[in-house]
């Protein structure tokens, strides 16, 4: 007999569902041969290490915004609304088209989205996971009624093309999801979100900030580059979302025995094979797709929930389970009955 979470016994008070997905990526495959040309690497390292093969660029003049807008419409389709319908758009990223105004205005603008308000939100790869409890709140308190929620990043514009420790790793694209109320048992029963700043120099763009605006001493050096030391990014990675996982499926009352579909951020194929063995969960469960895209930071997680809702690998009544960490660090999950 199905197990009935915890939470549904009195915390949650309103059910708050994704009602549609979308994703987006850039036409252009950059393959590891083609890296090969630019830095001191091969397919082989790329593809043992990493487990990434190929990932796509942006095109020239294509912005993050208008990324997220083409997700983002994909997900208003599969949820049967209209731009005017939405009342609040968040949009997560690291690589907003403009300081100010925020993404999340440009993407209304592409949309047409007229009543909604708009804010960005900035927790790198976490973003996605992070709008969906931000969502969630504002839904459950009655705020708002319909909220999109997107992940999208343009990494390739702050990729320091010449360090082969970084450039194989990241990719360009944007998923999206709309929430709203649904009457029933289905929705996002549980979310846990957590940081820890003494690990902000892991993974970090010194400058273009206000700690180190852009000059041209500093462009030269690379500054205004994604840096990142990767072993420990790498250790804490795996820590982080185990233990967001647990979070999560504790509050939800769940074990990972009740998991049809474990959807985790997409940054390197060992990590999520570290964190299915800690999980216990078999890896035909993980939904992967980082061969194909490599790691696209806020819209990571975003594009591997629609493409696995997509494939059918989850059906009305599943229970999901949704961990991200990313730059902060952050990280944070997500239960969701389908
Ligand atoms: N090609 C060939 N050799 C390389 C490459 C490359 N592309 N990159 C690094 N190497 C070399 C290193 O220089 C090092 O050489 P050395 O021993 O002579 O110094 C050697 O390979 C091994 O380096 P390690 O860092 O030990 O390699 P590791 O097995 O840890 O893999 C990697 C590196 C893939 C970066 C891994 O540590 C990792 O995935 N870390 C997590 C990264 C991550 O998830 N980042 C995203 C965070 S999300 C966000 O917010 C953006």
Not at 69 to 83: C, L, R, S, V, Y
Not at 191 to 202: C, E, I, P
Request: aromatic share 6%.
């Amino acid at each position: 007999m199905k197990k009935i979470p915890k939470s549904r016994a009195g915390k949650v008070n309103r059910s708050v569902s994704i009602i549609g997905t979308g994703s987006y990526v850039p036409q252009r495959i950059l393959t590891n041969a083609e890296l090969e040309a630019l830095v001191d690497t091969s397919d082989e390292w790329i593809t043992s290490r990493t487990g990434i093969r190929e990932r796509r660029i942006a095109a020239e003049g294509e912005a993050t915004s208008h990324m997220a807008a083409k997700a983002a419409q994909k997900a208003m389709e599969q949820a049967g609304i209209t731009a005017e319908e939405i009342d609040l758009i968040i949009v997560a990223t690291v690589t907003p088209d403009t300081s100010f105004p925020a993404t999340s205005c440009w993407v209304q603008k592409h949309l047409g989205a007229s009543n909604a308000a708009c804010f960005d939100l900035s927790a790198a790869c976490s973003g996605f996971l992070y709008g969906i409890e931000v969502a969630q709140q504002f839904i459950s308190n009655h705020t708002y009624e319909t909220v999109l929620v997107v992940g999208a990043d343009k990494l390739s514009t702050i990729v320091n093309w010449q360090d082969r420790n970084t450039c194989v790793l990241f990719g360009d694209g944007a998923g999206a999801a709309v929430l709203r109320y649904r009457s029933g048992s289905h929705g996002v029963i549980s979310t846990h979100m957590g940081s820890d700043g003494k690990f902000s120099d892991l993974l970090v763009t010194p400058a273009g900030g206000s700690a180190m605006p852009l000059t041209k001493e500093n462009i030269g050096m690379n500054l205004h580059c994604l840096q990142m030391q990767g072993r420990e990014t790498f250790k804490q990675a795996v820590i982080s979302m185990a233990a967001a996982a647990k979070a999560a499926l504790d509050k939800a009352g769940l074990t990972t025995d009740d998991l049809t579909c474990v959807i985790p951020h997409q940054a390197n194929m060992r990590i999520i094979e570290a964190l299915a063995d800690r999980l216990k969960v078999p890896l035909s469960k993980v939904h992967v797709n980082l061969d194909r895209y490599g790691n696209t930071s806020a819209a990571a997680v975003a594009i591997a929930l629609d493409e696995a809702n997509r494939s059918g690998r989850f059906k009305s009544g599943d229970y999901i389970l949704l961990v991200v960490f990313g730059g902060g660090l952050t990280w944070a999950s997500s239960v969701i009955e389908w």
